[in-house]
């Protein structure tokens, strides 16, 4: 019961998720960016936004699968030397007619390594987690930057209630991911204070750009920036939380049900902010 509730509010968190990049981060970055281009009188041949977004897949893509290649050898070479050390055991032991018992011990403790190294790195592992966290948070420095950038407090007060709602909802699915990702509980706390906290340094940073003209080369590095973020939060949706919860043939109705009831409360949320 308890792997079933933890199930469906995931695949809540997968619809929030992907509601929140189709159709929050991917349409302020394509805003940005293009109006950027404009200003710099930049006419495009090239696809060049909706390549930033898959360079920025790719870029979790190609460091996630070092990372792994990497701890896939160390685990290999200390796999090695495990057997080596259990058939040297064998051989200790074989003159006291104990080669058998040993020798099953020893594979029982190879298969146990085996199987804690397969839940470190499975999908929910910490390291999607980490990039889920920064692609996120990235994000919300931007929103906050918006916010700040707001000069009607009528339009600020309106945007932070629209906010708050926004927030509360990916905070909650944040931290239901974050808690399956198999990290401590002061990782945890760390990660959602850290997400916390940018939205307003975002809003600190855009109340001292209406200081100073923001230039058309800084708009466009920071649609760059959303762009690799709005890709790296595909590569966690598409790649980690829908195929994570779909594979199980349990609860498909349901799970799907949760899908869209996520999807449109995002849905919903937005409409108030605009």
């Keep these: 019961m ?12 997968g619809g929030v998720f992907f509601a929140t990049c189709l159709l929050d981060l991917v349409p302020d970055y394509l805003s ?27 870029l979790v893509l190609v460091l996630e699968q070092i990372v792994l290649a990497l701890k896939d050898r160390s685990a290999g070479h200390s796999e090695e030397r495990r057997a080596l050390l259990v058939e040297s055991s064998v051989q200790s032991h074989d003159r006291n ?36 966290v920064f692609s996120l948070s990235l994000h919300s420095v931007f929103e906050g930057l918006a916010v700040g ?37 002061a990782a945890v706390v760390g990660c959602l204070l850290l997400f ?19 230039s058309p080369q800084h708009q466009l590095a920071r649609s760059t920036l959303e762009g690799l973020a709005s890709g790296t939060f595909l590569y966690i949706i598409f790649m980690e939380i829908l195929p994570h919860e779909l594979s199980s043939p349990q609860n498909r109705i349901s799970k799907v049900a949760m899908i869209l009831t996520g999807f449109a ?10």
């Design 265 to 274: 409360v995002v849905t919903g949320v937005l409409f108030i902010k605009m």
């Design 2 to 13: 308890h792997h079933k509730v933890v199930s469906l509010v995931s695949c809540f968190a």
């Design 32 to 58: 940005g960016i293009n109006e950027a281009f404009s200003s710099l009188g930049i006419t495009l041949q090239f696809p060049l936004p909706e390549f930033i977004i898959a360079m920025g897949f790719f």
């Design 97 to 132: 007619g104990q080669r058998y018992s040993h020798h099953s011990h020893g594979r029982e403790e190879l298969g146990g390594e085996d199987a804690h190294f397969h839940v470190d790195f499975n999908s929910t592992s910490a390291i999607r987690a980490f990039i889920l």
């Design 149 to 185: 950038l707001q000069e009607d407090s009528q339009e600020v007060l309106e945007i932070c209630v629209a906010l708050l709602l926004h927030k509360s909802i990916i905070s909650f699915s944040l931290a239901l991911k974050l808690a399956q990702g198999k990290l401590r509980r």
């Design 196 to 214: 916390a906290l940018m939205s307003p340094l975002g809003i600190g940073l855009g109340i001292a750009l209406t200081e100073t003209k923001s």
